[in-house]
């Protein structure tokens, strides 16, 4: 997850899939492969690894890379940022994998290495592959060297490993732990050195190890295990030399009632331990080590939409914990959420819901890493008739560093809707109902006798007579003078958030959206919208679904939480409706899409990769870019900063193709925001135009026509020299004269100065 400055808020969005394979359910079943090494709970035949980083300072997260594992098949390392496997090994389909892939890359002898280990089921327990491969700087593998492939057995079923600082590995397995020394060696193999038998009660519910001091100075892990309703958090002193290990001190969760078994927990290293118990309830408390472990600050809270669903949580600060789950809606709704829960404030941050294609049950899972600084890889299992389909997707994540107040205001529409399921409360909303203003409340009562279908066809009129009748009562309570603009009405949330309900219902299937233009345009215009506001976050596809264009370009440019994906999907409704004259042009549509703020990158570009696939498409976004590069850069010259019309049609054609597509007079975005996205462009679909040789003559027009630019404006440089001498001096003369406005400006500045006070008495 991002750590982002302290001001921005956390922000969640839809994830974007890396990777789908199914397999059997009867396969599946049989499976002991763990879907991730922090929850082996979860078994599949895929699963999620981890890649790390050996700095001095400890134990860091590969920025960039994930790999997983498909039983029999394949270990992919792959990079989420262009979703493209960057490196693959190849299994026997005998091999059966018994432990998710750990990938390390570290300095060995001055050189850059990255060691991939991987547990197969062996005859007398645990194969464990090793393949080490040397990189350039860079992080690409040199191909001159070539990769080490080595084996080593060791007794026992391996479940998961972990590396530590000094670069040894912990190998767990269901009722011990084995310490195993670096560089792993054929005679470490052959023994048990640093094997410490049923000293954890290592279970299925066995989550988090993290780095750790003993009081003695030593280093140590805190691991987790424990039973089925209650967790037990050890300090372990590892001794490399010996090489053994020892529990220094223990401190066990309360046990609950066999209803509320451990569906998932996570630890963060500044002491905070979230549970999440399959009754729904949220438990957060903190642990400190001084010579002893002890449990502090045990808070709960019950989230009602979280019973008896598969779910996972991360905690990606000590403040900010995700949430992964796979819950039932109404009617059996198909999805899977995540939302970030503030375990300080107990409130819902932010938030996202996406599909399934199909109904989670008993036999549906989810599981999850941290992946990067920016997102999080995540892998579903969910049933197709007879088959299993394992889902692989990166959630890009945003968080501060750590909570903030203002983050929580106006969060409790989205809070209620965990925390009290997905009916909620009549009383809660009509406490609700009774802190608005009596203006505001008689406004919605006035509502609610209207039928359904006539509060969204009248909510103009009354919006519209409401909002005068509250300017005109602010005119005369502060005393605004007539020539002066009206005061504008303060709406607060819980209002804005009803008369959005009615301005903008939920599309009824087999019939046309309603909607209240002028209401929503208003709201868009104050920005008073985010997309929370509206169950499922469904305030983009609803406006998206009116087809009203002029409601989508007020939408791009004032609700600040919008996804990028409904960005682009946006986008790309213009680019399919090219034939027809009442939609606007692509190039309209793009500059409201490149209007500030900027979107994140990493993510606009996983967002063009899934909804934008069409190579005309693609050549009609670079033509576009083209076109206003040209002309910005042409515009300090002619003061014309439109883009130029093709024909006048309206029509152009790409360079060395057939391909049409409509202009119009549009005002070029800035050129920062348009060379980004050009970046954006070429990078994610660089691989694909590759590939078709049809586009690559327009291509070269586009080299051609940019270095000819490039060169001319060098040429250009060579007048800025002279001319810039003439600037100067007129900028001296300028200075030798006195503004008078900024005299007279000064003087009565100095008249309002205050004198400084003196004392004075009185004698009588």
């Not at 750990?102 to 002898?109: K, M, S, T």
């Not at 209650?230 to 401190?251: F, G």
């Not at 088959?387 to 560093?401: D, K, Y």
């Amino acid at each position: 997850m991002a750590i982002s400055a302290f001001s921005a808020a956390p922000l969640v969005q839809t994830p974007i899939q890396l990777a789908v394979h199914s397999h059997l359910k009867e396969d599946s079943r049989q499976s002991n492969l763990c879907s991730t090494r922090i929850c082996t709970k979860s078994r599949s035949l895929v699963a999620l690894g981890n890649v790390v980083r050996l700095r001095s300072s400890g134990v860091r997260r590969r920025q960039g890379l994930v790999v997983h594992v498909e039983q029999g098949s394949t270990v992919v390392l792959m990079d989420v940022n262009t979703q493209t496997p960057i490196h693959t090994y190849t299994l026997a389909p005998s091999d059966h994998v018994c432990a998710p892939p750990l990938v390390v890359e570290g300095r060995q002898n001055g050189s850059l290495f990255r060691t991939t280990y991987l547990a197969l089921t062996a005859t007398r327990g645990t194969c464990l592959c090793v393949w080490n491969e040397q990189l350039d700087p860079s992080g690409r593998v040199i191909a001159a060297h070539q990769t080490e492939k080595r084996k080593f057995e060791y007794a026992g079923n391996i479940q998961a490993l972990f590396v530590l600082r000094s670069g040894n590995l912990l190998a767990f397995e269901s009722d011990a732990v084995m310490l195993l020394k670096n560089p792993l060696s054929d005679q470490d193999a052959g023994s048990e050195l640093g094997k410490v038998h049923g000293a954890f009660h290592l279970r299925y519910d066995t989550h988090v190890l993290e780095a750790a001091k003993s009081p003695s100075g030593q280093d140590a892990i805190l691991l987790l295990s424990g039973a089925k309703t209650n967790l037990e958090i050890s300090l372990v002193e590892i001794h490399d030399t010996a090489p053994c290990l020892r529990t220094v001190s223990s401190v066990a969760s309360a046990s609950l009632s066999n209803d509320h078994e451990v569906t998932s927990a996570a630890f963060h290293p500044d002491g905070t331990l979230t549970i999440l118990y399959s009754s729904g309830q949220l438990s957060t408390m903190q642990i400190e080590w001084d010579g002893e472990l002890q449990m502090n600050d045990h808070r709960t809270t019950t989230l009602v939409s979280l019973r008896n669903v598969p779910a996972q949580v991360l905690l990606l600060s000590a403040s900010h914990l995700l949430v992964m789950a796979l819950p039932t809606g109404d009617k059996g709704k198909e999805r899977a959420a995540a939302l970030v829960w503030d375990v300080d404030l107990e409130t819902v941050l932010a938030q996202v819901e996406w599909s399934l294609g199909t109904t989670p049950t008993n036999d549906s899972s989810i599981s999850a890493v941290c992946a990067s600084d920016a997102y999080v890889s995540i892998l579903i299992d969910t049933p197709h008739s007879n088959l299993i389909r394992s889902s692989v997707l990166a959630l890009p994540i945003s968080v501060p560093t750590h909570g903030l107040l203002v983050h929580a205001l106006h969060a409790a529409p989205q809070t209620d809707a965990w925390v009290h399921g997905v009916s909620k409360d009549h009383s809660n909303h009509d406490a609700k109902q009774a802190l608005l203003p009596a203006p505001h409340k008689a406004f919605l009562s006035q509502m609610e006798q209207l039928a359904p279908a006539q509060r969204t066809s009248e909510l103009d009129k009354h919006f519209s007579s409401f909002l005068q009748q509250e300017s005109q009562r602010l005119r005369a309570a502060e005393q605004v003078k007539a020539s002066r603009k009206a005061p504008k009405p303060a709406l607060p949330l819980a209002f804005v958030q009803q008369v959005l309900m009615y301005a903008l219902p939920a599309i009824e299937k087999g019939q046309q959206p309603t909607y209240a233009p002028h209401t929503l345009r208003y709201m868009l215009e104050r920005q008073l919208l985010t997309t929370s506001l509206l169950p499922g976050n469904a305030l983009a596809t609803r406006i998206r679904a009116t087809q009203d264009w002029s409601l989508m370009y007020l939408m791009l440019r004032h609700v600040p939480d919008l996804a990028e994906s409904h960005a682009i999907i946006t986008l790309s409704d213009a680019l399919n409706q090219q034939e027809n004259s009442t939609a606007p042009t692509v190039a309209r549509v793009l500059q409201h899409v490149l209007a500030p703020p900027p979107f994140s990158k990493p993510v606009l570009r996983m967002a063009l990769r899934t909804h934008i696939s069409d190579n005309a498409h693609i050549l009609i976004l670079l033509d576009i870019v083209i076109s206003w590069i040209r002309t910005v850069l042409h515009a300090p010259l002619t003061d014309d900063v439109k883009q130029e019309v093709g024909s006048s049609q309206g029509l152009r054609t790409i360079p060395t193709t057939s391909i049409n597509y409509r202009t119009s007079d549009v005002r070029a975005p800035a050129i920062q925001a348009v060379v980004s996205f050009g970046e954006d462009l070429l990078d994610t679909f660089f691989p694909q135009l590759l590939t078709d040789s049809a586009t690559h003559a327009a291509l070269a027009e586009y080299t051609r026509a940019l270095s000819q630019y490039t060169s001319e404006l060098q040429i250009i440089t060579k007048l800025q020299t002279p001319l810039a001498t003439f600037q100067q001096t007129d900028k001296g003369k300028n200075n030798l004269k006195p503004d008078p406005k900024s005299k007279r400006l000064a003087l009565h500045e100095a008249s309002l100065l205050v004198p400084l006070y003196s004392r004075e008495s009185l004698e009588i």
